[in-house]
């Protein structure tokens, strides 16, 4: 069965639900759980005004926010008695679908636990999805979670 979960996680609740699922299969399976986090700068760095510098302070202050989420998120497995780790990386690297799946395939994950959103129609077409593309993509099965309630359109 399933002994090593890799969890992507941004701090969203809906990643938070991942997680908590993550946990509950760890605990069934007796699996570790690596927690992933990208740090994607491209949103920030679209919504510059084209007079304001990159600077380093900026990636230093969303470095240090995505390691804030991978500490919590490690607390919790310890908290629970899950074992594991986590790693941080950023979109200079590549895409955060990519990212994800080069880091399952370098772990060896052999699941991949994602918190979405569920959106669909329109909203999928704009915002676009990293947890579709990993779906498609993974050579591993991949367990989606949604908060509880409907899909946001």
């Known amino acids: 069965m399933y002994q090593r979960i890799l969890v992507p996680i941004d701090g969203s609740p809906t990643s938070r639900r991942g997680l908590q699922e993550a946990m509950a299969v760890a605990k069934l399976t007796n699996a570790s759980v690596r927690l992933i986090h990208v740090v994607d700068q491209l949103p920030f760095t679209l919504s510059l005004d084209p007079t304001t510098a990159w600077t380093g302070d900026m990636y230093t202050m969303l470095r240090e926010a995505g390691q804030a989420i991978v500490n919590e998120g490690k607390a ?25 799946l080069e880091e399952a395939a370098h772990w060896g994950a052999d699941l991949i636990v994602i918190g979405t959103h569920g959106r669909r129609g329109p909203g999928r077409l704009l915002l676009g999805s990293d947890a579709e593309q990993i779906l498609r993509l993974a050579p591993v099965p991949v367990l989606l979670v949604r908060l509880s309630g409907p899909a946001t359109p």
């Not at 780790?85 to 895409?95: M, N, W």
Request: proline residues 4%; hydrophobic residues 45%.
């Open 76 to 100: 919790q497995l310890d908290a629970a008695g899950v074992p594991g780790d986590i790693a941080l990386k950023d979109t200079l690297e590549g895409r955060v679908c990519d990212l994800v």
